[in-house]
């Protein structure tokens, strides 16, 4: 007959050696599961969405508003920092014009600052400040349209010809309701 302590064991032995079917060892048998950082070539001449996570300053801090509990002891808050002349993986074109459009979002010592406290998640919340990062440098990378005289002279005729359409509809209809008003009589 079996004790408790042996049946207990054996419960334990076979909790520990349980795998569900859908664990990562069993859905991709043949890969080595270690997470690793993917070596990019440096390209010199453009961005390619890629962002050295050791070459920026990542802290974490308790997010503001709602959320309750979670709120005042997880800390969800991320920001996101990097100096922006120290930055090997960008090109001295894109750090200028880093520079002259995100005038706001750079502290004193030339750090570029990137804040998300979006969702109640560490890592979500740190994808936003990347993708913040990200969509700054595209943005700056795409080059400023430039018009030409005729496409300008042109639009401004446009521009001016609705002006006129809109002022002569206000006086049409203001005429229109000074015709329902009865007319003043003067003595």
């Given amino acids: 007959m079996m004790g408790t302590k042996q049946i207990i064991l054996g419960f334990g032995r076979r909790f520990v050696s349980y795998k569900s079917a859908i664990a990562l060892d069993k859905l991709y048998p043949t890969s080595s599961l270690k ?3 993917p070596k990019f070539a440096n390209s010199a001449d453009n961005f390619t969405g890629y962002i050295p996570m050791n070459e920026l300053d990542v802290t974490y801090s308790k997010s503001s508003g ?14 996101v920092r990097f100096h922006l002349d120290s930055a090997t993986w960008l090109t001295d074109e894109v750090k200028q014009n880093l520079k002259a459009k995100l005038k706001t979002r750079m502290n004193n010592d030339g750090f570029l600052i990137f804040r998300s406290d979006l969702t ?24 400023s349209h430039t018009v030409d005289e005729e496409t300008a002279e042109h639009l401004r005729r446009r521009y001016e010809k609705a002006m006129r359409e809109r002022l002569f509809k206000k006086r049409h209809r203001s005429q229109i309701k000074a015709d329902r008003r009865d007319p003043v009589v003067s003595e």
């Fill in 35 to 37: 997470l690793t950082t």
């Fill in 66 to 79: 709602p959320g309750g509990q979670n709120v005042n002891k997880v800390n969800t808050k991320v920001d």
């Fill in 120 to 143: 109640r998640s560490q890592q979500l919340n740190l994808a936003d400040c990347l993708a913040k990062l990200r969509e700054c440098i595209y943005s700056v990378m795409i080059p």
